[in-house]
C-alpha cells in the first residue's frame, strides 16, 4: 500500500480535521493533495508531532485533531506515546504511517524492519483503542471510526517505502505557521 | 521536606496570575508543591511528562490553539529538550516560557547535580535565549509576567531559573 493512496482516499475527511504532519514525504503529499489552513508540517522536530497533537487536542475540544506520524519519528520519542496513553484526548488521532525505513534521508531501515511493533507498544503503554490497517479499504474504515470515536485513536499502517519525486513545497515554514495558528484561534473564537 | 512551600505558592500563583492554564512538567525535588498545587487545581491542566522534551511539542499545539502555557523542569529537562527548544520552537517562533530548577549553583550538596549546573547560564547565552535568575519571593509574579511579555512579544522561548535561595528552606 502507497501511503499517497491512503491520503488521497481519506482527504476529504482530513480536510475538515485540524491536522500536523511530521516533515519529508508524508508532507509533500498532504501538502500536494490540497493545502489548507488546518494542515501544518513539522518540517523538524522530529517524534515531537505526537506531542503537538496532545497540545492541540487539549487546547481545542470540539475539533478533531489528527497526527500523521511515521516509525522514524515515533521510535524517537517512544515515551510519547506512553504520555498519549496516559491522557488519552478524545478527540486526539494518532496515524503511524510505518515503512520500516527512514525513507527521506535516504531509505535506512528502522527497527520496525526488525521486529519493533509500533501498534503493540501503543497497546501496552495504555491505548485503548488500536488499529492496523494495511489495505486502503482498511485504512478509511479505521480512520472514519476514529473520526467518530470519543477516545484516544491509534492507527498503524505499513507502508511501502515510497516517497514523492521531489520534496518541493510553495509555502515556507514560518507562512504555514502563522496561518495555522490565526485559523486555529478563529476556531477557538468560533 | 525543606523545599519551601511558601515560595512554591508564590511561584504558582504567579503562573496563574499570567492566564498560564497547561504545565507540562517531571518531577523533581523543588518543584514537588507547585506540581502538587498545579494538580489540585481545576483551572490547571497539568500534563506529566516522560521527558521534558516533549512539553516543547505540547506548548506549541497549546500556543497555536491560543492557549497559554509553560514548562516546569530542572536544568537536566532543559539539556534533554534543546533540539526541540532548536528546531521546534526557535524555527517556528514559538513564546515557550520555560520555568526551571536551576540545580547544581553555589551551595549545591548533590554531586550528580554540578555538571549541569555549570553548563545552565553558558548554554542558555549560546541558545540566545534570555533569562532571568530568581531568588527573592516578593517579585516572582513581576518576573513571571516580565518573562511572558517578552516570549509573546519576541515570539521566542524565555527562561526562568529558580535558585536555591527561592526554593529551599535551610
Redesign the interface.
Known amino acids: 500500500m502507497l501511503r499517497q493512496d491512503v491520503l488521497k482516499a481519506v482527504y476529504p475527511r482530513l480536510k475538515d480535521q485540524v491536522v500536523?504532519t511530521i516533515m519529508g514525504a508524508v508532507a509533500v503529499e498532504l501538502y500536494n493533495l490540497g493545502h489548507q489552513p488546518n494542515f501544518?508540517y513539522?518540517?523538524?522536530?522530529m517524534?515531537?508531532?505526537?506531542?503537538?497533537?496532545?497540545?492541540?487536542?487539549?487546547?481545542?475540544p470540539k475539533e478533531r485533531v489528527t497526527v500523521l506520524d511515521g516509525d522514524g519519528s515515533v521510535l524517537m520519542?517512544l515515551?510519547?506515546l506512553?504520555?498519549l496513553a496516559?491522557?488519552r484526548p478524545p478527540n486526539l488521532i494518532h496515524w503511524i504511517f510505518d515503512n520500516e525505513s527512514l525513507l527521506s534521508v535516504g531509505g535506512f531501515p528502522t527497527a520496525t524492519g526488525a521486529g519493533t511493533d509500533l501498534a503493540g507498544i501503543a497497546e501496552k503503554a495504555g491505548a485503548e483503542h488500536v488499529t492496523l490497517a494495511d489495505t486502503i479499504e482498511a485504512a478509511e474504515e479505521a480512520f472514519a471510526e476514529a473520526s467518530e470515536r470519543e477516545g484516544l485513536s491509534v492507527i498503524v499502517s505499513k507502508v511501502e517505502a515510497i516517497g514523492p519525486p521531489s520534496f518541493a513545497m510553495d509555502i515556507s515554514?514560518?507562512e504555514n505557521?502563522f496561518e495555522?495558528?490565526r485559523h486555529?484561534?478563529g476556531l477557538?473564537?468560533g | 521536606m525543606p523545599v519551601s512551600v511558601k515560595n512554591s505558592e508564590a511561584l504558582f500563583l504567579a503562573i496563574k496570575s499570567a492566564g498560564i492554564t497547561?504545565l507540562s512538567a517531571l518531577p523533581e525535588t523543588w518543584l514537588v508543591h507547585v506540581m502538587q498545587m498545579a494538580e489540585d487545581d481545576p483551572d490547571m491542566?497539568l500534563?506529566?511528562?516522560?521527558?521534558e522534551?516533549?512539553?516543547?511539542?505540547?506548548?506549541?499545539?497549546?500556543?497555536?490553539?491560543?492557549?497559554k502555557?509553560a514548562m516546569l523542569m530542572q536544568n537536566h529537562g532543559l539539556l534533554t529538550s534543546i533540539?526541540?527548544i532548536v528546531?521546534?520552537a526557535q524555527?517556528?517562533?514559538v513564546p515557550l516560557l520555560m520555568v526551571i530548577s536551576y540545580r547544581g549553583e553555589m551551595g549545591e550538596r548533590d554531586p550528580w547535580q554540578t555538571e549541569g549546573g555549570r553548563v545552565t547560564e553558558p548554554l542558555l547565552r549560546s541558545l540566545g535565549i534570555d533569562y532571568r535568575k530568581l531568588s527573592e519571593p516578593s517579585t516572582v509574579a513581576y518576573d513571571v509576567r516580565q518573562a511572558q511579555t517578552l516570549a509573546e512579544s519576541s515570539l521566542r522561548p524565555v527562561a526562568l531559573l529558580l535558585t536555591r535561595d527561592l526554593m529551599w528552606e535551610e
Open positions: 500536523v501544518f513539522l518540517e523538524h522536530g517524534g515531537l508531532a505526537s506531542s503537538m497533537g496532545l497540545g492541540l487536542s487539549l487546547s481545542l520519542n515515551g510519547s506512553s504520555t496516559r491522557y515554514l514560518l505557521r495555522f495558528a486555529l484561534r477557538a473564537n | 497547561l491542566t500534563i506529566r511528562l516522560n521527558k522534551e516533549e512539553g516543547v511539542g505540547i506548548s506549541t499545539g497549546a500556543h497555536f490553539a491560543g492557549r502555557s533540539n526541540g528546531s521546534v524555527l517556528y517562533r
